[in-house]
T-cell receptor
């Protein structure tokens, strides 16, 4: 079945640094890919998504490109802020439909002033 | 829209007690999901419903767990009897049946502590 692997955290950066969080996937067919973010004490919320190869999802300065050739969907941001400190989850749709998502283990990001 | 609503936000109970977690999905959404999040196991899908019908409950850990969705605006997750290893944050999420059907919208979660 479909699965997703993302880099282990925590990732610790200084404010205004460049961020990359790696995500690779294994899938049959053509899944949609997602990044969700979880701020402390809150539920997950959708950050961005891409539904087909070479699509770029973007939101709040974050970007990720659906790379079928490398089966990757790495999350990037050019200049992080303290307010970006959160846990980031990569996810993809499961085979079999019914809107089921497969989530990665999550990567904690800590941004210091 | 108020988003997905969960209650209670925090629950502390003693081992052996019954625990009921509640969820109100976003109006008009056809899918409802229950997840459990722990440090050790991460985010786990327990069960999900489509149009109030359970589709996949393979993630429910054991018979002590049960979930119901009596109507489109309400679902419960019950643990009876509860055990300390059930301590976790439980999330409910919903998604629309059409349009942006793959995006799930999460509630704030219920933090459960079983002593």
């Amino acid at each position: 079945g479909n699965s997703v692997t993302q880099m282990e955290g925590p990732v610790t950066l200084s404010e205004e640094a460049f961020l990359t969080i790696n995500c690779t996937y294994t899938a049959t067919g053509y899944p949609s890919l997602f990044w969700y973010v979880q701020y402390p004490g809150e539920g997950l919320q959708l950050l961005l998504k891409a539904t087909k190869a070479d699509d770029k999802g973007s939101n709040k300065g974050f970007e990720a490109t659906y790379r079928k050739e490398t089966t990757s969907f790495h999350l990037e941001k050019g200049s992080v802020q303290v307010s970006d400190s959160a846990v980031y989850f990569c996810a993809l749709t499961s085979t079999g439909g019914y809107n089921k998502l497969i989530f990665g283990a999550g990567t904690r990001l800590a941004v210091h002033p | 829209d108020a988003g997905v609503i969960q209650s209670p936000r925090h629950e502390v109970t003693e081992m052996g007690q019954e625990v009921t977690l509640r969820c109100k999905p976003i109006s008009g959404h056809d899918y409802l999901f229950w997840y459990r999040q722990t440090m050790m196991r991460g985010l786990e899908l327990l069960i999900y419903f489509n149009n109030n019908v359970p589709i996949d409950d393979s993630g429910m850990p054991e018979d002590r767990f049960s979930a119901k969705m009596p109507n489109a605006s309400f679902s419960t997750l019950k643990i009876q009897p509860s055990e300390p290893r059930d301590s976790a944050v439980y999330f409910c999420a919903s998604s629309p049946g059409q349009g942006n059907r793959e995006t799930q919208y999460f509630g704030p979660g219920t933090r459960l502590l079983v002593l």
